[in-house]
């Protein structure tokens, strides 16, 4: 197969941008001794640019499988399932250690412990210079660090870099021998693809469409649906002048998405094409506003899924207008970073700003409607006299955005009171709130419950931060501490910086500690992120009676329980005891209970709802009630 990639139509005719030079993984000169490994195309290995003997399938095989994970150990029990996926001998164990043997005298003539044997298995220990793949990555990584600080020219080149070290599908040889190999290969060509983007993305913000619109196509045969890909191939055939192929393009991935997952173009595939109609400049292909003051947090570059939600917000914002959007949900769920996150992505329906605000300070006191209306009005370029009077101040707001389209981000609301002379009316401005609380007097607002993260949503929170390779050769343990932090993104983050720290440290004995209940919270702490000093903040905040019910309801043995149990503890009986639990509702400590399937005229009773206080929550209600002297 020719990879269109490396075709002489592409980018390698820009003599701007070299290519890798092809036996140069690193694109440095080496010693004539390095050991050189590549993977992306038929497992190969030289040294001093001579070839080495790899020696029969299944030793080849054993090398390629320790080279899915290189520098992390691969257990024998996964090498034995590649070599004889169906009925290994009796002798695998020996036949593997002779395999190994071998490839050590091949790869390590010197006996420099390259190839080693531990308690997690067999471990290949690489640099990046010796092995394509390792090399691909530490590019990928370069180039996302160089586009974070705005250098997309040189983020395009770094990419770029990295793409040409593609010759052919990796493992082509081997691939479908071994299922583990198969699985390798998909994560290769994800990670490419996400490159591929990215780099296109970059050429597409210094304005130099033409490689992207001469090697789209190859990429978008293999991932049609994928709309940021589409994305990309409309705004770059746009400005190389081949509108009509533009509007084809769109035109196929409209109905694909229709026809295989009955869905509708996403928000910047529908921009890319709105653009293309207008025959205006496009946007930029990595976000941000067109307002002249968008004054946002900067988004969270691991942000990880929350589809729905946003889908929902979209639905609601995209256009003009309407009731504000409240986003409401556990303290640690990531209500500030999803509408950080959903801002930024609605900032090109509100040119004439977008800009958020906390209207509680610090240390949780509800900060004065003055202040933050003086603020907001400074931000936005507002130089209208704002009278002493709160509803004076009110009507003069809402008179000088009417007509304006501006997005107001209002975080971490103590009430509907505070909220009162800040939101928009009705018309072309809008509002997005967070708040712990669920605000029942905002009678007007479309709410979004923000939950925890999925399980997998959770883990690919995780492994973006200590590292893809790291989650995966512990991938059990790994499950287990997303569990032990209840699925919530700011424990998640704590745990994973901690882990980023203690890189030498199993995650089996991370986890070990996070499902200790003494434990945990002392573990979800890394610099400024602390699980116990938010949860603490949340707990001043409480009413009185709040707390005291969560002081109860730390005697419960799991965080999953019915009425009946929680009157117990609460001492009360079952309608003084759902009022309290229906007031953790409302200040947000409790979700809503799971209710089982019932008809419409029936109710379910009472021991049949079940109540789930967050995990961390409960470890926290159980330290409380251990210092003031309860028993719990």
């Not at 191939?233 to 991935?253: F, K, N, P, S, W």
């Not at 209306?373 to 209208?384: I, P, V």
């Amino acid at each position: 197969m020719t990879d269109v990639l490396t075709e002489s139509r592409g980018v390698t005719s820009d003599p701007g941008i070299p290519r890798e030079p092809a036996g140069d993984i690193g694109g440095e000169s080496a010693t004539s001794a390095l050991l050189r490994l590549t993977l992306l195309g038929p497992l190969r290995a030289s040294r001093g640019g001579l070839p080495l003997a790899l020696g029969p399938l299944k030793q080849r095989l054993v090398l390629a499988v320790l080279l899915t994970r290189p520098n992390t150990p691969v257990s024998v029990e996964e090498l034995t399932d590649a070599v004889w996926p169906d009925d290994p001998p009796r002798t695998a164990r020996k036949n593997l250690q002779a395999y190994v043997s071998t490839l050590r005298r091949v790869l390590d003539p010197d006996d420099l412990g390259r190839l080693s044997h531990g308690p997690g298995g067999y471990v290949l220990h690489l640099t990046a210079e010796e092995c394509d793949t390792l090399r691909f990555d530490e590019l990928a990584r370069r180039g996302d660090t160089e586009a974070r600080a705005g250098a997309p020219s040189h983020a395009a080149r770094t990419y770029r870099r990295a793409l040409d070290l593609w010759r052919h599908d990796p493992f082509s040889d081997l691939a479908p021998r071994a299922d583990v190999l198969r699985a390798a290969v998909e994560r290769q060509h994800a990670r490419r693809l996400a490159v591929y983007e990215a780099w296109a993305e970059a050429q597409l913000e210094i304005g130099d469409p033409g490689p992207v619109a001469d090697t789209v196509d190859e990429m978008v045969s293999r991932h049609p649906l994928r709309e940021r890909l589409r994305a990309a191939q409309l705004t770059a055939l746009h400005h190389v002048g081949r509108r009509t192929e533009a509007l084809a393009a769109y035109d196929d991935c409209r109905q694909r998405l229709s026809r295989e997952l009955g869905l509708e173009p996403g928000a910047a595939l529908q921009r890319a094409y709105r653009s293309l109609l207008d025959d205006m400049a496009p946007p930029r292909p990595r976000g941000g506003t067109t307002g002249s003051r968008p004054l946002l947090p900067p988004d969270l570059a691991d942000f990880t899924g929350r589809t729905r939600e946003l889908d929902a917000v979209r639905a609601q914002l995209e256009t003009e207008g309407g009731p504000p959007v409240l986003i409401t949900g556990a303290v640690g769920v990531g209500k500030t970073a999803f509408a950080v996150h959903a801002a930024h992505r609605l900032a090109v329906h509100y040119p004439d700003g977008v800009v958020a605000t906390r209207l509680c300070a610090e240390d949780g006191s509800t900060r004065p409607w003055a202040s933050v209306l003086t603020e907001l009005a400074r931000a936005l370029g507002c130089t209208e006299r704002l009278p002493a009077d709160r509803e004076e101040a009110a009507t003069v707001w809402r008179s000088w955005l009417s007509g304006r389209r501006i997005l107001l981000l209002l975080d971490d609301a103590p009430d509907a009171t505070a909220l009162g002379p800040l939101l928009p009316p009705s018309g072309t401005a809008a509002a997005l709130i967070t708040s712990r609380e669920r605000l029942p007097c905002l009678e007007s607002a479309h709410r979004v419950e923000l939950p925890p993260l999925s399980p997998e949503e959770g883990l690919d929170l995780l492994g973006t931060i200590i590292g893809r390779t790291r989650l995966t050769a512990e991938h059990t343990a790994a499950v287990r501490i997303v569990a032990a932090a209840g699925y919530l993104p700011f424990a998640l983050r704590a745990a994973g910086n901690r882990l980023s720290v203690l890189r030498h440290m199993p995650l089996g004995q991370y986890a070990d500690r996070l499902e200790h209940p003494e434990e945990a919270l002392d573990e979800l702490a890394s610099g400024g992120l602390g699980v116990r000093a938010r949860l603490a903040g949340a707990w001043a905040r409480l009413p009185a009676p709040a707390r005291d019910s969560l002081h109860a309801l730390a005697a419960l043995p799991d965080a999953s329980f019915a009425l009946p149990a929680a009157a117990r503890v609460l001492g009360t009986n079952g309608r003084a005891a759902q009022r309290s639990l229906e007031e953790l509702i409302d200040v947000g400590v409790l979700p809503p209970p799971s209710l089982p399937e019932v008809t419409a005229h029936l109710a379910a009773a009472p021991d049949e709802v079940r109540y789930e206080l967050p995990w961390l929550t409960l470890l926290f209600a159980r330290e409380q009630a251990a210092a003031s002297g309860e028993r719990c």
